[in-house]
């Protein structure tokens, strides 16, 4: 089974502080995804990569960037984080010329204060 | 434009009745079609896919799903609900050249007993 992990389920950070999300794909997947999930808007993709150090601005960008160094794992950052930044985020992966499926991690529940 | 709607955004069936979720959607290219479930807390799990050939496809947890091309729906149905189907349910659509997966904003489903 494909198993996608994220680093935290649950983070409460201060506003200003520099926070990661981390998420391991285990399946050798060579597209990741950043989603921010907010009720009532559904799933915002926030960054995806499809390659290692490759990577492309989804639909809401602003205030996040992203790292991948090593092909299993993908990184969120939020540089300066701010209140409206407290959010699910959710991770995904999937495999190029598949069938789009993409198979999701747990989620992280971030409150910033 | 590309998009999913799920025109329902709250439901509430009794345990033991049929159930149907609406999706519909505008895709320039030919659409990959999933719906994926969300447990209280958790990531998105599929549900079933939908690629090519019979319009009627099977999913876990006794869900099905038909692909309308004439009415860009892809319908969501349960002939006999569980009271553990309470979730939110998302539609999605993918396909061309991008590896991407276009949400609708979820339908959140309640079981009264």
């Known amino acids: 089974d494909v198993k996608v992990t994220q680093s935290s389920r649950y983070l409460v950070k201060r506003t200003g502080e520099k926070v990661f999300l981390e998420c391991v794909q285990d399946?050798?997947?060579?597209?990741m995804f950043w989603y921010r999930q907010d009720p009532g808007l559904g799933l915002r993709l926030i960054y995806f990569?499809?390659?290692?150090?490759?990577?492309e601005k989804g639909d809401i960008p602003e205030g996040y960037s992203v790292s991948r160094e090593k092909k299993e794992r993908f990184s969120l950052i939020l540089e300066s984080a701010s209140t409206n930044q407290t959010s699910m985020y959710l991770c995904?992966?999937?495999?190029?010329?598949?069938?789009?499926?993409?198979?999701f991690g747990p989620g992280t529940r971030l409150t910033v204060t | 434009a590309q998009s999913v709607t799920q025109p329902d955004i709250h439901i509430t069936v009794s345990e033991g009745a049929s159930l149907e979720l609406r999706c519909n959607y505008s895709?320039?290219?030919?659409?990959?079609l999933f719906w994926y479930v969300q447990s209280p807390g958790q990531g998105l799990q599929l549900l079933l896919k939908?690629?090519?050939?019979?319009?009627l496809v099977q999913g876990i947890k006794g869900f099905e799903a038909e692909f309308k091309r004439s009415q860009s729906s892809f319908n969501l149905r349960k002939p006999s609900v569980h009271w553990s189907d309470a979730a939110e349910y998302f539609c999605?659509?993918?396909?061309?050249?991008?590896?991407?997966?276009?949400f609708g904003t979820g339908t959140l489903l309640a079981v009264q007993p």
């Open positions: 995904a992966s999937s495999w190029t010329g598949g069938s789009y499926e993409q198979y």
């Open positions: 399946m050798d997947h060579e597209n």
């Open positions: 990569s499809y390659d290692v150090k490759m990577k």
């Open positions: 895709y320039g290219a030919t659409p990959y």
């Open positions: 939908y690629f090519s050939g019979d319009t």
């Open positions: 999605a659509v993918g396909g061309g050249a991008t590896n991407k997966l276009i």
